[in-house]
């Protein structure tokens, strides 16, 4: 009786010892939260009168960190095929009904170094909608907007989240 005891003491001090390695003793203080995701834009869509196909999936934690990729085939673009870090994500506000991924290259050629495409997604229930703006050093925060007009996804679609 007195060894079950003690076994079933030791475990309970091993899983507390284990848990505080594990989380630092962190699991539950506000900057942990903080870091949690805060927005979220995934999907795939193919636009037939884009001529794009374009693979996204962008997190945006509560610390203003971003991290994902995307990849993307068009001959409408150059360069054609290419595959991208996100170094930006904006959701929807009040003011634009769309989301704002900037993605920058990096299996180009040398020649496209610093070269950025922001791509803008409208998650509608209706049907998703794309556009695109593409320039050296460009940013969501200083040119937001679409150049090009938005084109309905032929197939798939995005799926974005807001907290």
Not at 52 to 62: E, K, N, Q, S
Not at 71 to 95: C, M, Q, W
């Amino acid at each position: 009786m007195i060894r079950n005891s003690f076994i079933t003491g030791v475990l309970i001090i091993l899983a507390i010892v284990v848990i505080v390695l594990l989380y630092g003793g962190t699991a539950l203080t506000a900057p942990y939260k903080s870091s949690g995701i805060k927005a979220r834009l995934t999907g795939h869509g193919i636009s037939d009168s884009l001529n794009i196909d374009l693979t996204i999936a962008a997190i945006l934690r509560g610390n203003g960190e971003v991290e994902g990729s995307g990849d993307v085939h068009g001959v409408s673009l150059i360069p054609p095929n290419f595959k991208g870090r996100v170094v930006e994500l904006v959701p929807p506000s009040a003011n634009k009904d769309y989301w704002c991924v900037n993605l920058t290259l990096f299996n180009a050629s040398e020649e496209f170094n610093g070269f950025n495409w922001l791509w803008f997604v409208k998650d509608l229930p209706s049907g998703d909608m794309l556009s695109f703006a593409g320039d050296y050093s460009l940013t969501c925060a200083a040119a937001g907007t679409p150049t090009q007009p938005f084109e309905a996804i032929t197939r798939g679609g995005y799926n974005g989240f807001v907290k």
